[in-house]
Structures are given as structure tokens and as C-alpha cells.
């Protein structure tokens, strides 16, 4: 839980990529990364596709409630000013940002090390627009008849194995189930569909397919911050 910081959350919905994309992009990472640039790699585990900028919400929000654990993370200035300094550069060094922060280099690299125990510094993401690889994505919503868990264990199998599907979920509501087919063809994504409704065999489910194009880049900052 979040409290006490009168400033807006820009929020998004991001997606993991599947083992089979991982692996493409690795294959193009390491090849560009035979290129002179100054580009900073991170793993292929990090990459992830956002899927919806949600927009700006206003909200209250400062102190950080840890999963399972009874104590808050509270964040004093420093803290925040550190955060917001890496958003804006994941590779600033420290001495820029005790310069900038007027404070001791010690305490910079100090409260680093914290917020990373705390688990709010994870690590650095990096996203690839899937259609320079001559990739479409499409993203199929479903109404499930009748859902149990033995469809819902059969369902989450699937969607790890498939070749094409890179992401999915489940919800309570309608409708109560998606998944997300990356596809170089039309015939990929039909196949996709066929193995699927193998699955279902006499299941009765509604179906929405809905063709996700690329839109304008948007510039998404990811902390609540700002």
C-alpha cells in the first residue's frame, strides 16, 4: 500500500514473452551486440511487451507495503530523488547523482544497496518492437462456459507450451480468460486458434480476436513518483 504523495501514477499493462521469442531476441541481441555503440544489455528474462498505457491517476500515494511482511518500506527525499534519477538513466553513476543530490557518495551507494534489499530496485527492463522481427500479434478474449479448475490447469499448460502464445490470464470476470498469439502469417495464427478448440472439444466459450497494431512509441514513465 501507497500513502501520503499528492503527485500522478502513469500506469500500463505489461505481458511476459514466451521461451521461443526470448531466444529470437537473444539470437539479435548478440548479434548487435558485435556493434561499436554504447549500449548497456540486459538479460533476455527482463524483456517484456507492454500492451496498454493506462494513463495518469491521481493518487495519495508514498510508502510501499511489503508482500508478506507486516512492516512498510517508507522512502525518505533522498530516496525518491535517487529513484527518479535512475528512471531517467538506468546508468547514471553514483558520484552524478551525490552531485546533483548534494550528499555523500557513501549515502548515495548506501541507500542503493537498501532499496535494492527492499526489492524496489529489480533490475533494468528492455523492450523491442516485435514487428521489426516480422512479427503480428493478436490478442484472443475469452468467455469460458462452465470454468473449473481442472480447465484452468489444462488451460495454463497449453498456453506455456504453445509455440505462439507468449502471454496469458484468467479472471473472475467476462471475459475470463486471454491469451496473446505472436505470429509471423495468417496460417500461424489459425493453427494457433485450431489447437486451441482441440483443447476445448465440447466446451462451449464465445471468442473475440482482436489484431493489436503498432502504435506511436509513448514515453512511459515507470515510477509513481512524478
Given amino acids: 500500500m501507497i500513502t501520503n504523495l499528492s503527485e500522478n501514477i502513469r500506469t500500463f499493462i505489461a505481458a511476459n514473452i514466451n521461451d521461443t521469442i526470448l531466444n529470437e531476441i537473444g539470437k539479435a541481441q548478440e ?5 561499436d555503440c554504447d549500449v548497456k544489455w540486459v538479460k533476455t528474462t527482463n524483456v517484456h511487451l507492454t500492451l496498454k498505457f493506462l494513463g495518469e491517476n491521481k493518487s495519495n ?21 535517487i529513484l527518479k534519477a535512475l528512471n531517467e538513466d538506468g546508468r547514471v553513476k553514483i558520484i552524478d547523482i551525490a552531485n546533483n543530490l548534494k550528499a555523500n557518495p557513501e549515502t548515495v551507494l548506501y541507500k ?14 528492455i523492450q523491442f518492437n516485435m514487428s521489426k522481427f516480422g512479427f503480428h500479434y493478436s490478442l484472443i478474449l475469452l468467455n469460458i462456459k462452465n470454468m473449473n479448475k481442472e480447465k484452468e490447469k489444462n488451460l495454463i499448460q497449453f498456453f506455456r507450451k ?38 476445448m472439444d465440447n466446451t462451449s466459450y464465445e471468442i473475440d480476436i482482436i489484431p493489436l497494431m503498432e502504435r506511436e512509441t509513448e514515453e512511459i514513465n515507470t515510477l509513481p513518483f512524478y
Fill in 31 to 35: 548479434h548487435l551486440e558485435n556493434i
Fill in 61 to 81: 500515494i508514498y510508502d510501499l507495503k511489503k508482500e508478506n511482511k507486516k512492516e512498510n518500506i517508507s522512502f525518505d527525499k533522498t530516496d525518491i530523488e
Fill in 112 to 125: 542503493l544497496k537498501r532499496l535494492q534489499k527492499e526489492d524496489v530496485i529489480i533490475g533494468n527492463r
Fill in 162 to 199: 504453445h509455440l505462439f502464445i507468449n502471454s496469458y490470464g484468467l479472471f473472475l470476470n467476462n471475459p475470463n480468460c486471454f491469451f496473446q498469439v505472436f505470429h509471423k502469417t495468417e496460417e500461424e495464427l489459425r493453427n494457433t486458434l485450431i489447437d486451441f478448440e482441440k483443447l
